[in-house]
């Protein structure tokens, strides 16, 4: 268990309104990761993040925006939801750096946009 | 853009038999490659993982093997049991701290 939970596990919203995921990790890892899943299309990667106020951008940024302000808690964003953005979001963390330790994931939250 | 892919995207395996699981990347410059297995409402779990001066590592009841010749990569699942139902599915880095992720394959397990 690598002691990351994500809020909320569920929700459902309306197009054009904000919305906020929220991922909690309790072992201090420098790397955090936004994905989304969808069928057809496996885990693609949202945003990352590298350190306290340390981001970049994965293959599906658009319309999206993050933020870690402290260690343990990495936030995405979508500033005006789509009905394309409905999907299951997975948050992951990575337990090394140098890029040859695994990601280690929440269980996820799944997001309606009606 | 270069992607991991997998060959079958359902297996069926009586309990008790050994599974296959297959994937096929396509970046000769991915070092490092990971298998996870996802259970139905869960987020995806690690198994194992190997790196490209191997060619074979070994778990508990699973083994990766590693074919960079021809870029294949396979999870072996010894005496598959109902709780292996889930899907697979691999990942590679290629650069940085970065994933790309397959699409999975769901193995049923016939009791």
């Known amino acids: 268990d690598a002691g990351i939970t994500q809020s909320p596990r569920h929700k459902v919203t309306e197009t054009g309104t904000p919305v906020t995921l929220r991922c909690h990790q309790t072992?201090?890892?420098?790397?955090m990761y936004w994905y989304r899943q969808d069928p057809g299309h496996g885990l693609r990667l949202i945003h990352y993040s590298y350190g306290v106020k340390d981001t970049d951008k994965g293959e599906v940024s658009d319309g999206y925006s993050v933020s870690r302000s402290k260690t343990e808690d990495f936030l995405l964003t979508l500033e005006s939801a789509t009905s394309s953005q409905t999907s299951v979001y997975f948050c992951?963390?990575?337990?090394?750096?140098?890029?040859?330790?695994?990601?280690?994931f929440g269980d996820g939250t799944r997001l309606s946009i009606l | 853009g270069e992607s991991v892919g997998l060959h079958l995207p359902t297996l069926s395996v009586q309990e008790g038999d050994n599974s296959i699981i297959n994937c096929a990347y396509s970046n000769s410059a991915s070092d490092y490659f990971i298998w996870y297995k996802q259970e139905s409402g869960k987020g995806p779990q690690f198994i194992i993982d190997i790196r490209s001066n191997m060619d074979k590592r070994q778990g508990q009841r699973v083994t990766v093997l590693l074919n960079k010749t021809v870029k294949h990569l396979s999870l072996q699942i010894a005496a598959t049991q109902p709780g292996d139902s889930a899907v697979y599915f691999c990942a590679e880095r290629a650069a940085g701290n970065k994933l790309t992720f397959g699409g999975g394959t769901r193995v049923l397990v016939k009791p």
């Open positions: 072992e201090n890892h420098r790397y």
């Open positions: 992951a963390i990575s337990v090394g750096g140098g890029g040859n330790q695994p990601q280690h």
